[in-house]
């Protein structure tokens, strides 16, 4: 059986679910290493652009969706949200949500609450998608350029430091997450 995963690694289609599902389980670790894969020409770059934007954009869809259940499940929704207080949450729903959606994009451990949350407090969905799409391609364009022009550049595209970017820029998106977090955190005395 692995012999014959292997024969079909190359081929786009396979690479396509795999990045989706990559993006499902960590998506910042994902693009990182579809970037330099595509800075390798191991993958193409419209393939690994285009995979990484759907699998990003359907997982928050599907938290969206996943709030959205909770509504009638009370057994789901108490498991959720476990007696946190999602009133606080109302006004980012309520007023300015694609401009909410941005700011949320780039804080880390705020998504999965304030996605579902969007389903839950049945937020317009397509202002939703398109705050998703937006905060998404944005935060794929500027990660995935950088680390593609740092992977594709000459002094790292022959030595073996190339994967070396991977933490690095690990470390960078924490950093620059916790201040964005920090700065939503006063916003909405969260």
């Not at 949320?104 to 939703?128: D, Q």
């Not at 430091?161 to 933490?167: D, E, Q, R, S």
Request: net charge positive.
């Amino acid at each position: 059986m692995l012999d014959q995963l292997l024969a079909y690694a190359g081929h786009p289609l396979f690479m396509f679910i795999a990045i989706i599902l990559a993006s499902y389980v960590l998506e910042d670790l994902a693009i990182v290493s579809v970037a330099i894969l595509a800075a390798d020409n191991i993958v193409s770059i419209p393939l690994a652009a285009t995979a990484i934007l759907a699998g990003i954009i359907s997982g928050d869809i599907g938290l969206y969706l996943l709030g959205y259940l909770a509504q009638t499940h009370k057994g789901l929704r108490n498991h959720l949200f476990k007696k946190r207080n999602l009133e606080r949450f109302r006004p980012i729903f309520k007023t300015n949500l694609v401009y909410n959606i941005l700011i949320i994009r780039f804080v880390p451990g705020l998504r999965f609450l304030c996605y579902t949350s969007c389903g839950l407090f049945k937020a317009h969905f397509w202002h939703f998608v398109l705050g998703v799409t937006i905060a998404t391609g944005l935060w794929v364009a500027v990660v995935f350029s950088l680390i593609y022009q740092l992977g594709s550049s000459t002094w790292l595209q022959y030595g073996h430091w190339k994967w070396a970017l991977v933490p690095v820029a690990l470390l960078l998106l924490y950093f620059s997450n916790r201040y964005f977090k920090g700065r939503l955190e006063k916003e909405y005395s969260l």
